[in-house]
């Protein structure tokens, strides 16, 4: 079965930090770019980060040198360390798996994330 699955999300004060992980089963991972996105209530989801098969990032302005993403082939996961989160960073994150080749697009539950004091 094709499935991506979030954990971590919580409550965090601002100037906190989370740590995301994206677990996938029933895909060639290796064959697969990894995203994260989140969506805030009343707004459009957006992208926060993607990396590629290779490991090649390309992080939203908003989130740089705030956010780390890394790709763990032996587990076929994917992590997303946030430092110095702040409120505006507060949404439903998503992970998000995209084959390199046939553009077929794969989405997990998505988990919450607060940042609030």
């Known amino acids: 079965q094709v499935k991506l699955v979030e954990s971590g999300g919580g409550l965090v004060q601002p100037g906190g930090s989370l740590r995301l992980s994206c677990e996938a089963s029933?895909?060639?991972?290796?064959?697969?770019?990894m995203g994260w996105y989140r969506q805030a209530p009343g707004k459009q989801r957006e992208l926060v980060v993607v990396i590629s098969s290779g490991g090649s990032t390309n992080y939203a302005d908003s989130v740089k040198g705030r956010f780390t993403t890394s790709r763990h082939g032996a587990k076929n996961t994917v992590t997303l360390q946030m430092n110095s989160l702040k409120p505006e960073d507060t949404a439903v994150y998503y992970c998000?798996?995209?084959?390199?080749?046939?553009?077929?697009?794969?989405w997990g539950q998505g988990t919450q994330v607060t940042v609030s004091s």
């Open positions: 029933g895909i060639i991972f290796s064959r697969y770019s």
């Open positions: 998000n798996a995209e084959h390199q080749w046939t553009g077929a697009s794969i």
